[in-house]
Nanobody
Framework: QVHLVESGGGSVQAGGSLKLSCSASRDNLLKMAWFRQFPGKEREGVAM???????PRYGDSIKGRFTISQVGAKTLLLHMSALKSEDTAMYYCAASQDSVAWPLSPEGYDSWGQGTQVTVSS
């Protein structure tokens, strides 16, 4: 497994922006992603990227507002703009070393960070 550490969460007013960062302990990854989880709900795929190239994919609820990017092969970013109160959640970084399947489903990932809280106030 890969050790993942997220940073950048916090509190922001609606309409504002935040940038999340995830640092991986290894660089032999196939895909990395951001998920979020609301209290009492399943984790929801926010955005993912194939580390070796390819089009990023986004969840329907954040399209046009969030942008995923990578810096090298070990750092994943999530630029969040036009934030809404309904974006309030715990955000998790995820990675897979051996599968390109299930790009926006938790089943497609075997390594997870501890999560970083994002709170958007209206």
């Amino acid at each position: 497994q890969v050790h993942l550490v997220e940073s950048g969460g916090g509190s922001v007013q609606a309409g504002g922006s935040l940038k999340l960062s995830c640092s991986a302990s290894r660089d032999n990854l196939l895909k990395m992603a951001w998920f979020r989880q609301f209290p009492g709900k399943e984790r929801e795929g926010v955005a993912m990227i194939y580390v070796r190239g390819g089009e990023p994919r986004y969840g329907d609820s954040i399209k046009g507002r969030f942008t995923i990017s990578q810096v090298g092969a070990k750092t994943l970013l999530l630029h969040m703009s036009a934030l809404k109160s309904e974006d309030t959640a715990m955000y998790y970084c995820a990675a897979s070393q051996d599968s390109v399947a299930w790009p926006l489903s938790p089943e497609g990932y075997d390594s997870w960070g501890q999560g970083t809280q994002v709170t958007v106030s209206s």
